[in-house]
C-alpha cells in the first residue's frame, strides 16, 4: 500500500499535478522520524521525506496526533500537524481524490 501511495505521488508529480497528502488515524504513525524498523520493512517517515522534498505537501491530523502521543516535533521533515479544516478545503480544491 505505501509503494502504491508513493509511486502515484511520484507519476502525479511528473505529470505536473500538485501533491497533497493527509495522514489520518494510525497512519499518522508513518510520520514519525527516526524510526527504526526491521531489516526488509519500509521505512515509511523516509518514503514522506522523500515525498515532501519533492514538492507534495504532508499533513497530519492534529487530534490523531494527540490520541496518539505524537508531539508535532517528533514528525518526519516536510509533514506537519493539521486539523480537519485544512483536510476539508484541500478536498473542495482538488480536482481528484485517492484513498488508501
Known amino acids: 500500500m505505501e509503494q502504491l501511495a ?3 505521488s511520484r507519476s502525479a508529480r511528473r505529470e505536473g499535478a500538485k501533491v497533497r497528502g493527509f495522514l489520518l488515524g494510525d497512519a499518522v504513525g508513518c510520520a514519525v522520524s527516526g524510526q527504526k524498523v526491521p531489516d526488509g520493512y519500509y521505512r515509511l517517515n523516509r518514503m514522506i521525506e522523500s515525498t515532501a522534498r519533492h514538492g507534495a505537501e504532508v499533513r497530519c491530523c492534529g487530534i490523531c496526533l494527540d490520541a496518539r502521543g505524537i508531539p508535532e516535533e517528533h514528525l518526519a521533515k516536510g509533514s506537519h500537524r493539521s486539523a480537519l479544516e485544512e483536510l476539508a ?3 473542495l480544491w482538488a480536482d481528484q481524490v485517492i484513498t488508501f
Open 89 to 91: 478545503e484541500w478536498t
Open 6 to 8: 508513493a509511486g502515484c
